[in-house]
Every structure is written in C-alpha cells, then in structure tokens.
C-alpha cells in the first residue's frame, strides 16, 4: 500500500518489542543483535515495561527513547526495515524537535554509512542490497509528506541521494526516478492550487456598492435565486471542488507544524516565505466565510417573508450535510445562523418552524466537550468503515475542533520526560488522530459539480461583521437604547469607512 493510504491507527501497528535492535526466534525468544544494549524488564500496571539500549516499551509498544535511537530506528538495513506505523509516526512528529532537512540528512547518512566495510568492492554490493529499503523509505515520506520538499535542501539531499543509488542499483535509481517525478507532479498541482484560491480569495473581496445599503439589496443575487434545492446545495457544499479539494490539500504535517519548531531559515527569501500551515489556515478561512455567507443570505433581504424562507432553506441544508456527514459545513451553517444580527431578528424567526434547527443545535453542543458531535462523529466513522457507497463513506469532521483536540494534545503531554527521552506514547497519540484525517481526506467525492452554484458560494461577496450588525438593525429596528446606540456608531464608522476609501 502507498504510504498516502493510512488505514490503520498507529498504535495498532505500533513496532514489535524490541524492534531494529532484536528479532523474534522461533521460540519466542529474542535474540539479541546489539549485545552491548542493556535490558531491563519490570511490571507496570497490568503490562512489562522494558528498556532495550535507549528505547523503552510497555506492552510491545514503544514508549520513549533518546532522539538518537529514534532516528536509527527509522534507518532501513539489509536485513530490517521499519514498521509503517512508526514511519509515518516519526516522521509526522520528529518536526517538533528537528527539522524535516536535518532529518533526512542524518537517515541517509547513517544509510550509506552502515554499509562501509572499507572495501570498496563489498561497499557496492552491500549498498545494492539495502538502497531498495531507502527507496522505500524516502517514496513513504516524499508521498506523504510531500510539502517537506518544497524545502530546497530537502529536494538537495534527493538529488544527491539519487545520484548515489545509480551507482549501485540501477532498479533503484529508476524507482528514485519515478518518485521524484511524482513528487514534483504534487508540488506543481499544489502550487496551482494556491494561485486558485488566491484568486478566488481577490475576486470575493471585490465589494460592489450593493452591499451597502438595503436600498440596493435587490440588485444582489441571493442564494434562492441561484439553488434552492437543499440536496444540491449540500453536495455542493461537501464536493471536491471546495471542502474535499480543500482538504485534499492539507498536508498532515500541517497539524503539527503549527506548534513546531521555528525554521531559522523561515526569516530568508525563497521556500521559507511560504507559511508551512497555509492549507490549513484556507480550509479554516472557508469555514469562517460560509459562516458569514449563511448569516449575509438571511440579513440582507428587505421583506421578513423571504428572510425567514432562506433561514429555513439553510436548516434544510443543515440537516442535509448531517446526513451526509459533512459536520464541517453543518458546524459553519449554525454559527452563521447563530450570530447576533440574525438571532436577534426575532419576528423574522416566530415565522420559521425551528424543531429540526434545535435538534442540529443540540448534536453540535458545545457542552461535555462536544459529547454529542463526537457521538455522531463516531457513527459516521463506524458507517464510513463498512460503507459500499461512495456517498456512505463520506467523513467531513468539525475541524476548527480537530485542531483543537491536537492542539490540546500536545500543551497537555510533554514531549520529553525528565530522563531526556522523547514522549513516544505522545508522538503515538498525535499519529493517531491525524491519520483519522488521512482516511476521511482520500475519499473521493461522488457528487456531480454545479459550476453555477460552486462559484456562487466562493465568490459571491460577504458583509462584514460591522456591515451584518447595520443590516440587521434595518431589518428590525432596534428595540433598545443600547441596540440605537449601537447602530448609530455603525452608520458613522461605515460611513468614515466609505468616505475615506
């Protein structure tokens, strides 16, 4: 399976103890191939905690060890190659205490070194024998962590470690050959995608004067004229073309990356100018922009009637996404509709029948942590797993809590323990709540695309918060003297606003 295929909770792959540095016999036994490595076995809770060398394992898991041991774990040899659980597991978080750059160099330093017996003749057979394992390695990384190498040192050392490989094997010069390929293929694709979505971004920003005042309101498409089908506009919400292409994108170290080390290399000129959680912040930005959207559509109609329709349009759509699973959307959908300029239209709302809008509301309570959402999230999961449908295997998380819960996860563990090892059961932990998010995001979206309508939702222009909260009062006039207060600092601060652009 490619690496970018991540079925599995890490821990359920989680390395054998004692890994690289011992084998099971037959009987059961482990022999032993660094003899100097001192062993120590106890028992811990219901388990055997042991310590090989500077690794440490509980149960047959690793637990922790000393940064060194880890990146020699990592280094493939004739006769061993890593589990791919704690590939993907290492090289996810490995970022927190070095480089991504600095790390490939060591691995393949450390490769080519193994190898050296100091005849040149045996050098070349034994390099011959393990470069297949180093391609390996470096197709997982390149296909999972493909944004590594936008790092030109990265791109550097592939480039000299490519040349190495062909004088040895020439299978697995080919094979390097190819990878590197692909892996330029994915860098071009992600560099179109970006100039995309900036000129989406440049073109929603573009706010003609109809925004301004309800008098022109009806100049303005809103989004019944453009679809008003909640089972089309869901899918339009959930299809490749926005979240799932969106979420495509992002790559699974961005998750990390964003509390990781500081390159010293990022304050210079080149690859470094490029955030390293930017699809992150897009996918994150598109949440807060539906949001705004959905709150935009009910504010800025002038007749009650046709505000309380588009409300109830939307909680059609709501329910919809539920259905489908697109808890991104759902999420994005009620905040808009629970922002104070639309809650607080009241009469527009004692025409809407909220029965299914409180129903979604209480799935997505915030309280207990989420309780609920993480109730139906599981659900979908379960469903996902066993679905025949493309449509049934659909996952879109709630992401800005995603985030959160890796965030969390990180300030609530630390990355070292006081004997200077590294927290491996943490590294474990974040492995496996980012590859959740590798197996919701390779699910290919079974929705035919409305063009028409897609544009509409990343284009169309959106009020500001200011703009929503004036909108709102004109709607239904303020009904206290702090509500007139407050809009009469509005109309003067939109008004300098306009005067001064």
Not at 138 to 154: N, V
Not at 452 to 466: F, G, W
Request: charged share 25%.
């Amino acid at each position: 399976q490619k690496s970018s295929q991540w079925p599995h909770s890490p821990r359920q792959h989680s390395t054998s103890c004692p890994g690289r540095a011992h084998r099971h016999s037959s009987n059961g036994e482990h022999s032993c191939r660094n003899n100097a490595a001192s062993v120590k076995s106890r028992l811990y809770g219901q388990g055997i905690t042991a310590s090989y060398g500077e690794m440490c394992y509980h149960d047959n898991s690793l637990v922790s060890a000393s940064l060194e041991a880890l990146i020699q774990h990592l280094v493939p040899t004739v006769d061993y190659y890593p589990d791919r659980s704690y590939v993907f597991t290492f090289l996810l978080s490995s970022r927190l205490f070095l480089h991504p750059y600095e790390l490939m160099t060591r691995v393949c330093h450390l490769c080519v070194e193994q190898q050296r017996s100091g005849d040149a003749l045996l050098d070349k057979i034994r390099f011959r024998e393990v470069a297949p394992k180093l391609v390996q390695l470096l197709t997982e990384w390149t296909e999972t962590f493909p944004y590594d190498f936008r790092d030109e040192r990265m791109m550097r050392c592939l480039k000299d470690m490519t040349q190495h490989v062909s004088r040895g094997d020439e299978y697995s010069w080919r094979a390097m050959q190819q990878m590197t390929q692909r892996l330029i293929k994915r860098l071009s694709a992600l560099g179109q995608y970006e100039e995309a979505v900036a000129a989406l971004n440049a073109a929603a920003e573009e706010r003609p004067t109809s925004l301004k005042n309800k008098q022109a309101a009806a100049q303005r498409s809103d989004i019944l004229s453009v679809c008003d089908d909640a089972f089309i506009l869901a899918p339009q919400l959930t299809h490749i073309n926005r979240e799932r292409d969106r979420l495509s994108f992002i790559g699974p170290e961005e998750f990390i990356q964003t509390f990781a080390l500081k390159d010293p290399m990022e304050n210079h000129k080149g690859f470094f100018r490029k955030r390293k959680t930017s699809n992150l912040e897009a996918y994150v930005s598109w949440f807060n922009r539906l949001s705004f959207l959905v709150a935009t559509e009910i504010c800025m109609p002038a007749k009650k009637k046709q505000r309380a329709r588009i409300i109830e349009f939307f909680i059609d759509v709501a329910q919809e996404c539920f259905n489908i699973g697109n808890f991104n959307s759902l999420m994005a959908i009620i905040t808009g509709m629970n922002m104070n300029p639309v809650s607080r239209l009241k009469k527009t709302w004692s025409k809407v029948n909220t029965d299914k809008f409180e129903i979604l509301e209480h799935q997505m309570d915030p309280s207990s942590n989420f309780s609920n959402y993480r109730t139906a999230l599981r659900g979908a999961t379960q469903r996902s797993e066993t679905a025949h449908s493309s449509q049934e295997k659909i996952v879109i998380p709630f992401f800005s809590l995603l985030i959160k819960d890796i965030y969390f996860l990180n300030e609530g563990c630390a990355s070292r323990l006081p004997n200077g090892h590294i927290n491996f059961e943490k590294l474990w932990e974040l492995a496996k709540q980012v590859s959740e998010f590798l197996v919701w995001r390779q699910v290919v979206c079974p929705f035919d695309r409305d063009r028409h309508v897609l544009q509409y939702l990343v284009t169309t222009p959106i009020l500001t918060e200011d703009e929503l909260h004036l909108a709102s009062f004109e709607s239904e006039g303020p009904e206290n003297h702090m509500e007139k207060d407050s809009r009469r600092s509005l109309r003067s601060s939109l008004l300098h606003r306009e005067n001064r652009s």
